[in-house]
């Protein structure tokens, strides 16, 4: 049981996402703030880091800072998909991809980090502009996702993109503190 506990440490630093109770203007004003920092995060995060460094994982069998920064953009690009979807039409079926195997590809391993920051930065500019001006009506569009069978509405998925953010800058944090390639 302290092997399953030192794993979901790893895995989950910050914890693991849980769904909100409380969807007021201050929560989700925290969780706009969150998702538009990130960008300027990584940049100051990673922009010292050598080739090396960069392939420091964050637990082991875990990805590389490389993998998990080009994880994020990867991710934040079908999010802001499914909002823009979510906002345009009724409760529209999402499109799932397999992220281990995305994480494993060519781009992930030889393409420098910047071209993922930079699909970042302007993501983000982007989705934080869109979600600072949704009304509370918008926030209650959903999607449905087919694995899980569920619908969750933007406040929900507000919610996780921050938790998600978090989470996975601490999982570089982790990396750069570990200091291990596996």
């Not at 925290?30 to 637990?59: F, M, S």
Request: hydrophobic share 35%; with cysteine.
């Amino acid at each position: 049981m302290a092997i399953q506990h030192e794993i979901d440490r790893l895995k989950f630093p910050v914890g693991k996402h849980l769904l909100p109770t409380d969807f007021s203007q201050e929560e989700r004003f925290k969780w706009i703030q969150t998702i538009d920092a990130l960008p300027n995060r990584l940049v100051r995060i990673t922009k010292d880091l050598t080739k090396e460094a960069l392939q420091y994982t964050y637990r082991p069998a875990g990805w590389s800072i490389q993998q998990v920064v080009h994880h994020l953009a990867d991710s934040h690009m079908n999010s802001f998909i499914r909002f823009k979807l979510s906002l345009t039409e009724d409760t529209p079926t999402i499109k799932p991809y397999n992220e281990s195997k995305w994480a494993e590809m060519h781009d992930y391993k030889e393409v420098p980090i910047e071209f993922s920051l930079s699909i970042l930065h302007g993501v983000h500019a982007r989705w934080s502009a869109l979600l600072k001006q949704m009304d509370e009506a918008s926030y209650r569009c959903s999607f449905h996702h087919p694995e899980s069978g569920n619908h969750m509405n933007l406040h929900e998925a507000t919610s996780m993109y921050a938790w998600h953010s978090d989470h996975h800058y601490a999982h570089i944090e982790q990396a750069l503190t570990r200091k291990s390639m596996d």
